[in-house]
């Protein structure tokens, strides 16, 4: 697989920023420009995005073929749909500026290799 590298990235990628997002969710949180301590429920919500990374982490380095590029279609809706929440959420006041950019732009270069990814496990004719 030429985009292993790319697959190797992204699983590691996903393992730190949800290992992260769910063992210290304040301190994550606060590197995305978020502020956890002006919501008290932020830890919570950010527990289960670091779930959701560990777990496709996980599913990506646990499989091959035809269910790794499931695992990265995956990966890349949910990508696709952080990125919509991040540009909803600025829009609305809800995040500030730094905030709004630094989620979006994270989830769409995650979405981005994933689709690089996936580029390579199209079967060949």
């Not at 978020?34 to 527990?47: F, I, W």
């Not at 695992?71 to 809800?94: I, K, M, N, P, S």
């Amino acid at each position: 697989m030429a985009n292993e590298q790319i697959v190797q990235g992204l699983i590691g990628l996903r393992g730190a920023v949800g290992a992260g997002a769910w063992l210290a969710p304040r301190l994550s949180g606060r590197l995305f420009g978020l502020d956890p301590s002006a919501n008290p429920q932020a830890p919570y919500l950010g527990r289960l995005f670091g779930v959701r990374d560990v777990a496709l982490a996980f599913g990506l380095s646990a499989s091959d073929g035809a269910q790794r590029a499931q695992w990265l279609r995956v990966g890349v809706a949910c990508d696709l749909a952080d990125a919509v929440a991040g540009l909803l959420a600025g829009r609305r006041g809800e995040l500030p500026k730094h905030a709004t950019v630094m989620v979006t732009a994270t989830a769409l270069a995650a979405a981005a290799l994933g689709v690089i990814a996936l580029q390579d496990e199209r079967p060949t004719s």
